[in-house]
């Protein structure tokens, strides 16, 4: 293209074939350049060394809970690698590609405080309620920080990681009366979604939230603007980070959260919050986690000072923020009810089963996403299975002593492999006879 067409037609069809060549490979290189700086800009790349190095601590700790579990549960890796740490682990929890993962059953989810924005595809685990960990059966933590969450004990301890347990997390399935299927879950309340249903399945009424008034007492880099219902927060300096500290009084006997729903989503880009309390840091990103941050179990009532800072925008909105106060004794009263109805059960690749025995007719309420492949039968014979909240597998259990079976088969699959082998057989039956009516 830099040669003039007169000069062109004095060249011979190898050069020129030349000239197209290194125009069509330097067009190549310009354009894997931009994609690749492109998806750097974007995403960022990960060293080779970041997925390793941690590998063989994690994975240790992640054998050492299935060594000590002989049944189902879930885990959560509070500091992942990447979005996919179940997969390379091989452990289940409720994030991504995991074992709750279907737009059903993310989109209940999100109603109950875990982020699951746009298409519901998936969810993401941290920053929700301890009420949240124990109905999904959070029963491990991995964390680089000490953990100071109620009900959860350092069990395991590998490189920089440790391994947490809690005593709180619920099994895959559980009896609950069957007004359950009656509660009230609003669309724009999780933590009223949140007391409802456990409250539902403890068959209790109790309050298990309160809100905290708190007090800036130091900011740094930060215009603090308050606007009716919603404080932005607005950079002094371009590309440092703000930062406020608060103070709150924690009552006795109380997990406290940092409340951060942000006015606006699309505002946050690769936005980040870090949490500093007690001299721990935590760092989120605030537009794909939950809204609830941990500020730590306070036995005593106490007095607590914690700074988050925001990075990534010049200013960002949230709703006022607020400290949440969750009561560890009504959270354990209603736990230890829910625990005497748990229904521990016996699961395969595509299966379930379990023994129960109750004196009365009972809802079945598992953790197992809802699909309208499932199957059940109640001592070898077929029986209706529901759906609780559009969202998780149940089932009617009569009074009495029983078994109950759950197997998995995706919808349409054996019409789809009965199609298949009928087209198969269709198509060599076809070319049998036409090989003896036309061979010559």
């Given amino acids: 293209l830099c040669i003039g067409f007169g000069q062109l037609g004095m060249l011979t069809k190898k050069k020129v074939a030349l000239l197209l060549l290194v125009f069509v490979c330097g067009e190549m290189a310009i354009n894997t350049s931009g994609m690749v700086r492109g998806i750097l800009n974007d995403w960022n790349y990960a060293s080779r060394s970041l997925f390793t190095d941690p590998y063989p601590s994690i994975k240790q700790l992640v054998d050492q809970a299935d060594k000590d579990n002989e049944t189902f549960f879930r885990l959560e890796n509070l500091d992942p690698v990447s979005s996919n740490d179940s997969i390379n682990y091989g452990y289940s929890g409720v994030s991504m590609f995991s074992s709750i993962r279907n737009r059903n059953s993310s989109s209940y989810l999100d109603k109950l405080g875990f982020r699951s924005r746009g298409t519901n595809l998936n969810i993401r685990y941290p920053n929700n309620t301890l009420l949240m960990d124990a109905f999904t059966g959070i029963k491990y933590n991995i964390s680089k920080q000490n953990l100071t969450k109620y009900g959860f004990e350092r069990v395991g301890e590998a490189g920089d990681y440790k391994l947490y347990q809690n005593s709180n997390a619920l099994p895959l399935a559980m009896l609950a009366e069957p007004s359950i299927n009656k509660i009230q879950q609003p669309a724009n309340d999780n933590l009223t ?40 927060f607005q950079e002094q300096e371009s590309n440092v980070a703000k930062e406020i500290t608060w103070q709150v009084e924690v009552p006795a006997h109380s997990q406290a959260y940092l409340s951060l729903y942000p006015a606006n989503f699309g505002e946050l880009e690769s936005s980040t919050a870090t949490i500093t309390v007690n001299g721990e840091q935590r760092e989120s990103q605030i537009g794909i986690n939950g809204q609830y941050y941990d500020l730590g179990y306070y036995d005593t009532a106490t007095t607590v000072q914690f700074t988050a800072s925001f990075y990534g925008t010049q200013s960002i909105s949230f709703q006022n923020p607020q400290v949440v106060t969750l009561d560890t004794d009504a959270f354990q009263k209603s736990v230890s009810k829910i625990q005497n109805n748990s229904v521990e059960m016996q699961t395969g690749k595509r ?24 199957q059940a039968k109640i001592d070898g014979k077929k029986v209706p299975i529901d759906s609780f909240q559009d969202a998780f597998v149940s089932l009617q259990v009569p009074e009495g002593k029983h078994t109950i079976a759950f197997t998995y088969w995706p919808q349409g699959f054996p019409l789809g492999l009965g199609l298949f082998i009928s087209c198969t057989l269709l198509f060599v039956g076809f070319d049998w006879y036409y090989e003896r009516k036309y061979a010559k």
């Fill in 193 to 232: 979604s949140q007391k409802n249903l456990i409250n539902g399945l403890a068959n209790i009424e109790q309050n298990y939230f309160d809100f905290q008034p708190i007090t800036v007492i130091h900011s740094k880099n930060t215009d603090i603007t308050e606007n009716g219902m919603y404080t932005t």
């Fill in 351 to 374: 299966s379930a089963q379990a023994k129960v025995d109750t004196n009365t007719a009972q809802k079945l309420i598992t953790t197992i996403p809802y699909d309208g492949g499932w």
